[in-house]
T-cell receptor, first 116, second 114 residues
């Protein structure tokens, strides 16, 4: 089984609808992230969480909210979806590393979201 | 100027060619340099990691970092069709003792033709 799973894998919704994307991990990592990927813009960080009680905004958090239900689960919500939120969304996890050690981020397979 | 610049390609090469992928950056605080590979309809996966300047080799892949020029490269020798993917450079600075905050390039789409 995959270490980082995302549901749904594909979603089509309409403008104004609320939608939730879910991420689960079995890697035992404390840190979890949500990114969106757009053609020509690369990967951009939406929110990140260092543990269940520590949630932080990334560079493009407007229009999104998150919930860290448990160490292994991190959900992303679009309260009122709009067409420019059409993108590929990735969840990632990592474990704290310091002193020059690599803090590798492991990505899920992505959710392809289309907002009409 | 964006923090990280990467030519999106696409880049198409014949099997067996040497591939050179590059990124430039403007933030002199970056110390951690990574290359991720992303196959179509998959999430990115870490391919190479380098801390500070220098070279690192792993099989057919070599990563180079030149901090004086703010330039990083990934070389793929004897390229194979299975290397066809989008390659993303990523960088981070030391942030409170951790290096979690990645800044990504836009990615270069590589196709290796049999």
């Amino acid at each position: 089984d995959a270490d980082v799973t995302q549901t749904p894998r594909n979603r089509i919704t309409k403008t104004g609808k609320r939608i939730m994307l879910e991420c689960s991990q079995t890697k035992g990592h404390d840190r979890m992230y949500w990114y969106r990927q757009d053609p020509g813009l690369g990967l951009r960080l939406i929110y990140y969480s260092f543990d269940v009680k520590d949630i932080n905004k990334g560079e493009i958090s407007d229009g999104y909210s998150v919930s860290r239900q448990a160490q292994a689960k991190f959900s992303l919500s679009l309260e009122s979806a709009i067409p420019n939120q059409t993108a590929l969304y990735f969840c990632a996890t990592s474990d704290l590393r310091t002193g020059g050690a690599q803090e590798t981020q492991y990505f899920g397979p992505g959710t392809r979201l289309l907002v009409l | 100027q964006k923090e990280v610049e990467q030519d999106p390609g696409p880049l198409s090469v014949p099997e067996g060619a040497i591939v050179s992928l590059n990124c430039t950056y403007s933030n002199s605080a970056f110390q951690y340099f990574m290359w991720y590979r992303q196959y179509s309809r998959k999430g990115p996966e870490l391919l190479m990691y380098t801390y500070s300047s220098g070279n690192k080799e792993d099989g057919r892949f070599t990563a180079q970092v030149d901090k004086s020029s703010k330039y990083i490269s990934l070389f793929i020798r004897d390229s194979q069709p299975s290397d066809s993917a989008t390659y993303l450079c990523a960088m981070s600075a030391d942030s409170g003792g951790s290096n979690y905050k990645l800044t990504f390039g836009k990615g270069t789409l590589l196709t290796v033709n049999p």
